[in-house]
């Protein structure tokens, strides 16, 4: 019997060691130590939450670039634009606040980030959703993809630490 260890989904992370699918391991030729390897295969394909992608970022400057790109709409601490959850006559959301209270924490780090970079309605298309009214334009081209990373890791920073571990829970896993 072989098995294979898969790799990571997400090239980018180096959480979890790379190992080529090549890579074969022959289980019957080390039956002696069958019940170890098995322990360490499966705990080398254990999922791995994804949301490293917040993480050693530069808060700072991604409070500074909310400060000046983000505050406009979303409030200067994170508030929201007033009736947020209320369509205006075009179908279209004011903006959400970023704390606690709104839903961004609901959301995982991939969606936050296509959203940001590619605008509302282009994000949600991307993911089979067509024809949705968004009020949240596209940054691509404004801003780099580490001034958009350093942007969510520094709202990610407001948020409690149990705000914060459930929206890490949202990212799927590696494996």
Known sequence: MTASIPTPICNECTARPQVAPSKNV???????HTPALIA???????P??????LENRDIAAG???YAEQCAACHGANLED???????DENGVLPAPPHDETGHTWHHDNALLFEYTKFGGAEAL??????DFASGMPAFDGTLSDDDIWNVLAYIRSTWPKRVQ???QGR???HG
């Open 26 to 32: 022959q289980i019957n030729a080390l039956k002696p």
């Open 40 to 46: 360490a295969l499966l705990g080398l394909a254990a």
């Open 48 to 53: 791995v939450l994804a949301g490293h992608q």
């Open 63 to 65: 409070e500074a670039v």
């Open 81 to 87: 634009q007033p009736d947020w959850r209320t369509p």
């Open 125 to 130: 298309t991307r993911r089979g959703i067509k």
């Open 165 to 167: 571990e459930i929206q």
């Open 171 to 173: 990212n799927p896993p």
